[in-house]
C-alpha cells in the first residue's frame, strides 16, 4: 500500500534502497522481482553500532553521514564504503545510499572512455606547471575518479600534492589529503589558504561552490600551481559562464582556466548475452548520426542474461567532452561571449562534445542509444 508511510519505512530500514511509492500490476511487481532478485547476505552483527554514526531520532533535518564494512561476497572478503544521506519529505525519511567500491576505482586514464583525441588534449593540460582545469558534471558522474586518475598519472615522489576533499572517498598513497569539517571552519576556501603556505606543486579542491573558494583557486593557478577542481555545470562551456557569475572578472577566467571537462556515465552493454538490434533510420539521425553512418551502423543491446542480472548491461563508462581554452576561446571569454558561442567555436576547432563522445560508444557497441540520449542533449 503507497500510502502506508510506516510499511515503507520498515522496507527502506531492512533493505537501504530509495522507496518510491507507485502504482503498478501484481505481473509488473513480480517481474522486477525475478529480474533484481540476487542472493541475500548476513546482515553484519555490528549493524546498530554502525548506524549509529546518524541520529536515528532525528525525523526533522537531512543528515549525512558514512558507513565502513567489511563483507564477503562469494568467498571474498572485501571493504566497502557507503555514504549515506537523508532527506525528510512528507511521505516520511528518504535514504540514499552511495556505494564507493576501492577496487572498482579504475586509476588508468586510457581505460576511463576518453576518445584517443580528448585524452591526449587532457593529459597535455594536467601536465603543465601551473593553470586550471576542471571537471563538471552532475553527481555520481564519476568526476571524483577522473581526477583521481588524475593525481595518480601526476603523482612523483617529489611532487607536493595536496587535496581538500569532502569527504574524502579513497586514500591515495603519497598524497596528502585533507577532510573539510565545516563544523569547525575548516572549509574549501580555508584549506585553500593553508595550503599556499605549504609550497604545493599540485592542488585538488574537491568542489569549487562559492567566490572565495573561486578567487583562492585562481590565484594559486596563477601564481605557479597546477589546481584540480570539479563544478556542477551541464557541459564545459557553461562552466566559464558558472564562474563569471560567481563574481570571477572574465580576465581571471581566461588567463587561469586552461581545460575544461564535462562528462558523465552511461551503462556498458553485457558482453555475454550483446547481440544486434535495429533502430529506426529516422531515430539515428535524430540522435546526431550522419546519414552515412546511419546507413553503416550495427548498434548492440544485451537481452539478459545472468551475468547481467537480466538487465542488457555490466559495468558502465564515460562520456567526455574536453574543452581546451586557447587563445580564440580566451577572445572569447574576454569579451563576455555566451556559452553557446564558446561551444561553436570549440566545436569548430575539433572538441567531441557529450553527445558525439556518446555515439562514437554506440558505434562500437559499448553503450546502447538509450543510454546516451538519456545523459546527453544533442
Known amino acids: 500500500d503507497p500510502t502506508n508511510v510506516f510499511a515503507m519505512d520498515d522496507v527502506k530500514f531492512m533493505t537501504g534502497f530509495n522507496i518510491e511509492p507507485v502504482v503498478a500490476s501484481e505481473s509488473s511487481i513480480m517481474e522486477r522481482i525475478e529480474r533484481a532478485y540476487t542472493q541475500r547476505e548476513e546482515e553484519p552483527e555490528n549493524l546498530d553500532e554502525i548506524m549509529a554514526?546518524?541520529?536515528?531520532?532525528?525525523?526533522?533535518?537531512?543528515?549525512?553521514?558514512?558507513?565502513?564494512m567489511r563483507v564477503n561476497l562469494n568467498g571474498t572478503k572485501k571493504q566497502l564504503d557507503y555514504r549515506v544521506s537523508t532527506l525528510p519529505t512528507l511521505w516520511g525519511e528518504k535514504i540514499v545510499m552511495r556505494l564507493l567500491d576501492k577496487e572498482n576505482l579504475r586509476l588508468d586514464?586510457?581505460?576511463?572512455?576518453?576518445?584517443?583525441?580528448?585524452?591526449?588534449?587532457f593529459e597535455r593540460a594536467i601536465l603543465k606547471p601551473f593553470g586550471m582545469v576542471l571537471v563538471t558534471g552532475p553527481t555520481g558522474s564519476g568526476k571524483t575518479n577522473t581526477l583521481y586518475s588524475s593525481i595518480a598519472r601526476l603523482n612523483q615522489p617529489d611532487t607536493n600534492i595536496m587535496t581538500a576533499e569532502d569527504p574524502v572517498e579513497f586514500q591515495l598513497p603519497g598524497v596528502n589529503q585533507v577532510q573539510m569539517k565545516d563544523s569547525i571552519g575548516l572549509n574549501f576556501a580555508a584549506a585553500l589558504r593553508s595550503f599556499l603556505r605549504q609550497d604545493p606543486n599540485i592542488i585538488l579542491v574537491g568542489e569549487i561552490r562559492d567566490f572565495?573558494?573561486?578567487?583562492?583557486?585562481?590565484?594559486?593557478?596563477?601564481?605557479?600551481?597546477?589546481?584540480?577542481?570539479?563544478?556542477?555545470t551541464n557541459g564545459a562551456p557553461e562552466t566559464i559562464s558558472r564562474l563569471m557569475n560567481m563574481g570571477i572578472e572574465p580576465f581571471l577566467v581566461a588567463t587561469s582556466?586552461?581545460?575544461?571537462?564535462?562528462?558523465?556515465?552511461?551503462?556498458r552493454v553485457c558482453h555475454e548475452c550483446s547481440e544486434d538490434v535495429e533502430i529506426p533510420y529516422q531515430?539515428?539521425?535524430?540522435?546526431?548520426?550522419?546519414?552515412?553512418?546511419?546507413?553503416?551502423?550495427?548498434?548492440?543491446?544485451?537481452?539478459?542474461?545472468?551475468?547481467?542480472?537480466?538487465?542488457?548491461?555490466?559495468?558502465?563508462?564515460?562520456?567526455?567532452?574536453?574543452m581546451e581554452?586557447?587563445?580564440?576561446?580566451?577572445?572569447?571569454?574576454?569579451?563576455?561571449?555566451?556559452?553557446?558561442?564558446?561551444?561553436?567555436?570549440?566545436?569548430?576547432?575539433?572538441?567531441?562534445?557529450?553527445?558525439?563522445?556518446?555515439?562514437?560508444?554506440?558505434?562500437s557497441g559499448t553503450t546502447t542509444l538509450e543510454e546516451v540520449v538519456r545523459e546527453t542533449v544533442g
Request: net charge positive; glycine share 10%; hydrophobic share 40%.
Open 53 to 68: 554514526k546518524l541520529d536515528i531520532s532525528e525525523k526533522r533535518l537531512p543528515q549525512d553521514g558514512r558507513i565502513m
Open 109 to 121: 586514464m586510457t581505460k576511463l572512455g576518453f576518445e584517443p583525441e580528448s585524452l591526449e588534449k
Open 212 to 232: 572565495e573558494t573561486a578567487e583562492i583557486a585562481i590565484k594559486a593557478a596563477l601564481t605557479g600551481h597546477l589546481v584540480l577542481s570539479t563544478l556542477h
Open 257 to 267: 582556466v586552461h581545460m575544461i571537462v564535462a562528462q558523465r556515465l552511461v551503462r
Open 283 to 322: 531515430a539515428l539521425i535524430s540522435a546526431g548520426f550522419t546519414p552515412e553512418e546511419a546507413k553503416e551502423l550495427r548498434p548492440r543491446k544485451g537481452k539478459g542474461c545472468s551475468t547481467c542480472n537480466g538487465s542488457g548491461y555490466k559495468g558502465r563508462c564515460g562520456l567526455y567532452e574536453v
Open 325 to 363: 581554452v586557447d587563445e580564440d576561446l580566451r577572445e572569447l571569454v574576454l569579451v563576455g561571449a555566451s556559452a553557446m558561442e564558446l561551444k561553436k567555436k570549440a566545436v569548430d576547432r575539433g572538441m567531441i562534445t557529450l553527445r558525439r563522445s556518446g555515439l562514437v560508444k554506440v558505434k
